[in-house]
């Protein structure tokens, strides 16, 4: 009798590339999807010109006005914050303006020294942006 050997089947490997590459795709839509950081707006208003109503010159009258110094220190990366006068670390800048909120104070003016870096400026109005002041004007020269 003729015997008639038969092949064994060949297990068939699965290619990895495209799987690789859907896993690739999925990453990249994750990554590209989603949110690291809270981006939110920093209302400011520039310029520090006076009120246009006469009445309501005379009604702000008697509330204290808020007036932030910011003047950089060479060699350091830090800034001297002075509020009203009083020379702050950064971290109490926002229990000061809340005090002075407290008082009846509305508005606060940002004057940075022309030395002073950009990025300084914009934590100390985020600083001020979380107390309880209604608004911000940053005033430059």
Known sequence: MISIETPLARRKRIPL?????VIFILIMFFLLSSTFGV??????????GAPAG?????????????LIIVKSVPGEDLSAVT??????????????????AEVGARDAVLLPDKGTDFQQVVKILDEARTSKLTSVRLHLD
Do not use: K
């Open 39 to 48: 981006w939110r707006p920093l209302e400011v208003a520039l310029g520090g």
């Open 54 to 66: 006469g009445a309501e010159a005379q009604s702000n009258a008697s509330v204290p006005a808020v």
């Open 17 to 21: 590339t495209p799987l690789i590459d």
């Open 83 to 100: 509020v009203n006068g009083n020379e702050l670390p950064l971290a109490g800048l926002a229990q000061e303006l809340n005090r002075l």
